[in-house]
């Protein structure tokens, strides 16, 4: 370990998944603390976070529904210095973004960091907007050769959905995270609610060909994928409720798959983390139907960091404890930084 650094871990924001990204921001530096480092936690709409808030966070974990949005984001002002001003933030050796959703996780974020010249932890802006419009990356999966359910984006007819796709059909936001907005319509009926559901987060809707089968899912730290896992929920689809309340979703770490089909999974995930340009960690789910063929869904530039998450149970499997996983991740991006020659001074 190089060290100690000083760290800022960004969370919170005006996203439909703030409670998550919260969750995820102190979970993180309670990490990197207990790793030896001096670490502050800022909320993008409030500044700097008191050691009081942290422990509540803590304690209450991620709310059963996700909140409205919030007050104004200090990402969504395009003020390049409004993050960097607070004096907490002077001599930071690295920023680690723990955002979900919105402004802090579709490149928006990045761009401003990138300006500041600090360096930071994940993917910068290119690949963040990749990785969050949903369409973009399933023509990028297509053009690498990795397989990803039919799609129709955009208006469409219940009839025009059916004839494409077939039902039951996935109907979605195509940048959302968390699963929200997302529902696997059967009818007519469902149909036009679904669409109704979609527009509420965004204003396009995917439809997507549902494959049933086992839920897959890769974490790659660096270049390097971690054991397969396989999600059971306790609902039909993997939703915001089975992801981050306890009891409501069973965790297979490794997924009980034969040892050639979980190479071919983490080949494929490490081929999508790079034909999407992403950097330092990401995680990438599939559905392996029921030939045995796995679909790639969507790949997630900033995972969940939760004590309910996918990754950190990823890299138990592989042997690594979340503060390692965490001190894994920004030693990645400091090297990276070092190599690229990004300053650690801030640029204004």
């Not at 002077?90 to 600090?118: K, S």
């Not at 910068?124 to 023509?139: F, H, I, P």
């Not at 770490?253 to 490490?270: G, R, Y």
């Not at 939760?306 to 592989?318: K, M, W």
Request: glycine residues 10%; aromatic residues 6%.
């Amino acid at each position: 370990m190089v060290g100690p650094l000083k760290i800022v871990v960004l969370m919170g924001g005006t996203s439909e998944e703030r409670e998550v990204s919260l969750a995820s921001g102190v979970q993180v530096a309670r990490a990197l603390i207990l790793r030896g480092h001096e670490v502050h936690c800022v909320d993008t709409t409030r500044g700097v976070m008191s050691s009081s808030e942290i422990n509540r966070l803590v304690e209450e974990g991620v709310r059963p529904e996700p909140p409205p949005p919030g007050s104004i984001d200090l990402i969504e002002t395009g003020d390049t210095t409004a993050l960097t001003r607070a004096p907490e933030f002077e001599g930071t050796d690295i920023i680690f973004p723990a955002l979900h959703g919105g402004t802090g996780e579709d490149g928006t974020l990045q761009g401003l960091l990138e300006l500041t010249g600090i360096p930071f932890a994940g993917s910068d802006k290119l690949g963040c907007t990749l990785a969050m419009d949903k369409e973009v990356s399933k023509n990028r999966f297509r053009t690498a050769g990795v397989p990803t359910p039919d799609w129709i984006s955009g208006s469409a007819s219940f009839e025009q959905i059916e004839a494409a796709l077939g039902l039951p059909v996935i109907v979605k936001p195509p940048s959302g995270g968390s699963t929200l907005g997302l529902t696997l319509a059967h009818d007519r009926s469902e149909f036009t609610a679904a669409v109704d559901e979609a527009l509420r987060y965004e204003d396009r809707v995917l439809f997507e060909a549902y494959v049933k089968g086992r839920e897959l899912t890769v974490a790659v730290v660096g270049d390097e994928p971690l054991p397969v896992g396989e999600v059971i929920p306790e609902h039909v689809l993997f939703d915001y409720e089975c992801k981050y309340q306890p009891g409501l979703a069973e965790e297979i770490f490794p997924a009980d798959i034969t040892s050639e089909l979980s190479t071919h999974v983490q080949d494929l995930a490490l081929k999508v983390h790079r034909c999407l340009f992403l950097r330092d960690f990401s995680r990438v789910d599939f559905i392996l139907d029921e030939s045995g063929q796995p679909w790639c869904l969507e790949a997630n530039a900033l995972p969940g960091l939760t004590a309910q998450s996918l990754f950190p149970r990823a890299a138990s499997a592989a042997g690594i404890s979340f503060p390692e996983l965490c001190e894994r991740i920004v030693q990645v991006a400091l090297g990276r930084s070092s190599l690229t020659g990004t300053s650690s001074e801030p640029s204004g």
